[in-house]
């Protein structure tokens, strides 16, 4: 069974950085593609960041790129992001998701709060 | 980038009913289009993938339909269940874009 677990979400100060974890299970890690996904409060769905299977590939939507690092370790089946600048409008919950034709299984989100 | 149109945002149906939800998609996406389901406090479910391919485990009232820059989900016969939120997705190329969404009552 496909299984993706995040970690590291939390409340931030405008400004700070926070970095988040997923742990993937049930499927071999390194043969996919993976993303992350982002869902601010009673809004809709926003693609945050993308990477290949081996980490040499990265792509992002303008409203993150430079700030925001997408990175695996296949050795440990994990996906990150390591979200620098945070801004009060990166507030969302953030999934974690395996990317084949779209998204196909996704994590239970983890909640990432900016605010002073 | 590409911009998804999803309607109706809101939608009021009756178990039994046959409901569709549209998306439009500002060009040509090639048909890689998927429909998500959301219900409250839950991850997004793939319904369909690539226009009309149901997913694993999906019950058959569930069907996509579409080419070009128009899509859509139709729900045959609504069940207690189905009631929730559902999105599309176009993965034609990056950025990958969302519909608005489309969340479905019971009237």
């Known amino acids: 069974e496909v299984q993706l677990v995040e970690s590291g979400g939390g409340l931030v100060q405008p400004g700070r950085s926070l970095k988040l974890s997923c742990a993937a299970s049930g499927f071999t890690f390194s043969n996919y593609y993976m993303a992350w996904v982002r869902q601010a409060p009673k809004k809709g769905l926003e693609w945050v960041a993308t990477i290949s299977t081996s980490g040499s590939r990265t792509y992002y939507p303008d409203s993150v790129k430079g700030r925001f690092t997408i990175s695996r370790d296949n050795a440990k089946s994990s996906l990150y992001l390591q979200m620098n600048s945070l801004k009060s409008e990166d507030t969302a919950t953030y999934y974690c998701?395996?990317?084949?034709?779209?998204?196909?299984?996704w994590g239970q989100g983890v909640m990432v709060t900016v605010s002073s | 980038d590409i911009q998804m149109t999803q309607s109706p945002s809101f939608l009021s149906a009756s178990v039994g009913d046959r409901v569709t939800i549209n998306c439009k998609a500002s060009?040509?996406?090639?048909?890689?289009l998927n429909w998500y389901q959301q219900k409250l406090g839950e991850a997004p479910k793939r319904l369909i993938y690539n226009t009309n391919n149901l997913q694993t485990g999906i019950p058959s009232r569930f069907s996509g339909s579409g080419s070009g820059t128009d899509y859509t989900l139709t729900i045959s016969s609504l069940q207690p269940e189905d009631f929730a939120t559902y999105f599309c997705l176009q993965h034609n190329s990056f950025p990958l874009t969302f519909g608005s969404g489309t969340k479905l009552e019971i009237k």
């Open positions: 998701a395996r990317q084949v034709t779209g998204f196909d299984y």
């Open positions: 060009q040509n996406i090639n048909k890689y």
